[in-house]
């Protein structure tokens, strides 16, 4: 930011004098260096095609367009959450280019940094801008648009478009791009999406990748009248949590839950007790990940017949963070690949009777006062991913 100089204003009968030194550029510019300040470059649509919106590719690729219609990727510029967020002071510019990543879709061109602070970017209008674009999100062209291709997994002469096979490109390392973002930015702002670095550091490295589970494979047609052959699913499959009512979403949540058998006839004096068995079956990186405000809830209850909630237990899965005055993990027990956790609801039973034993497991995105402060009214905080009720009798 240019500053006023030395100077003295001297008024001169009619006029004002400026006696002084000007302005000086207190404030060098520097240059972007990460690669998470960047934009991808401006994309030009491919010969053949009118533009690289979702939906002029969903005019051929009718499966593909309604599957991504349907996924979280697709509303990584529109969801309520991210908007709240990006509107804050504390929020810098760069957030944006995860959730909008193409140069395209965004509204200024940042060239540098004022004094290498990242809250002063230079900044230029985009004269192409394309605001349909933008509200797509994580669109089609973020993946498969690059100077004046598609770069795809299969070529064909048939397409009316320029057709790039690089599977590299397409491989996990674009995931990770943005889902391995680990950046403290000052005190009061981290951003910690560590995903990518939990499944190198997990046993499926080098074996599965995020495409293996996110993006499964199916056999279908690219095109409709196309031969059929493998296709990969768009809806990148993920934590199941919708980000609005009205939008369904896959999920896999990698767990494999057991629960401990119970005699359906218990003896009155006799203990109860039941063992919940979670084991990170399926998932490449911890349980849960990304966001660091995603929790897990296990609650075990035991109810006799016409009263009260007799016993409850309940455990919490996921990071615990302080965000001020300054952001600092408290603590974490996500749920490592392949490891197991026990979790138990024990009692004596000293009235006779039939009682039911519920079980209960939550994925949540954030916490209901959370969600409060941040004004998400009808917003979907969680999903059930089990729900089960044991019946016994004490006799």
């Not at 990460?34 to 919106?53: F, H, N, S």
């Not at 057709?163 to 000052?186: G, K, P, T, Y």
């Not at 009260?308 to 996500?334: C, F, V």
Request: proline share 6%.
């Amino acid at each position: 930011m240019q500053k006023w100089g030395l100077g003295i204003l001297v008024l001169a009968g009619v006029g004002l004098v400026w006696l002084g030194l000007g302005w000086s550029d207190r404030d060098p510019i520097s240059p972007l260096r990460e690669g998470y300040e960047m934009a991808i470059p401006y994309q030009l649509p491919p010969l053949g095609l009118a533009g690289i919106d979702a939906h002029t590719c969903g005019t051929c690729h009718r499966v593909q367009y309604e599957q991504w219609r349907h996924s979280t990727h697709a509303h990584a510029w529109t969801d309520p959450q991210f908007q709240v967020e990006i509107k804050k002071k504390s929020s810098p510019w760069l957030c944006i280019n995860c959730h909008i990543p193409l140069q395209n879709q965004q509204e200024f061109i940042v060239t540098g940094l004022r004094g290498g602070d990242i809250y002063q970017p230079v900044k230029q209008p985009n004269p192409t801008f394309n605001r349909k674009l933008q509200q797509e999100g994580i669109t089609c062209a973020v993946c498969h648009v690059r100077d004046g291709a598609i770069i795809g997994l299969n070529g064909s002469t048939l397409a009316p478009h320029k057709v790039v096979v690089d599977s590299l490109f397409l491989s996990e390392q674009l995931c990770i791009q943005c889902h391995d973002a680990h950046v403290s930015i000052n005190d009061l702002l981290v951003c910690t999406f560590e995903t990518g670095k939990e499944w190198r550091d997990g046993p499926y490295y080098g074996h599965k990748t995020c495409i293996n589970c996110h993006m499964t494979e199916s056999q279908g047609r690219i095109l409709p009248d196309y031969p059929i052959r493998k296709l990969h699913q768009h809806y990148f499959e993920g934590s199941g949590i919708p980000k609005f009512d009205s939008i369904p979403t896959k999920i896999k949540n990698g767990l494999s839950v057991r629960l401990s058998p119970l005699p359906q006839n218990i003896h009155i004096g006799d203990s109860l007790n039941l063992t919940l068995e979670l084991t990170n079956q399926y998932a490449g990186h911890r349980v849960p990940t990304g966001d660091p405000e995603r929790f897990i809830r296990v609650d075990l209850d035991l109810i006799q017949e016409r009263k009260d909630t007799l016993r409850h237990q309940s455990y919490r899965i996921g990071e615990k963070w302080q965000w001020y005055p300054k952001a600092i993990k408290m603590s974490d027990n996500n749920i490592h690949p392949l490891e197991t956790r026990f979790y138990h609801l024990n009692t004596r039973l000293t009235e006779t009777g039939v009682y039911s034993i519920t079980t209960r497991i939550t994925k949540h995105r954030m916490k209901n006062s959370t969600a409060q402060f941040h004004h998400l009214k009808k917003y979907p905080l969680y999903i059930t991913i089990w729900d089960s009720t044991q019946i016994i009798r004490v006799q």
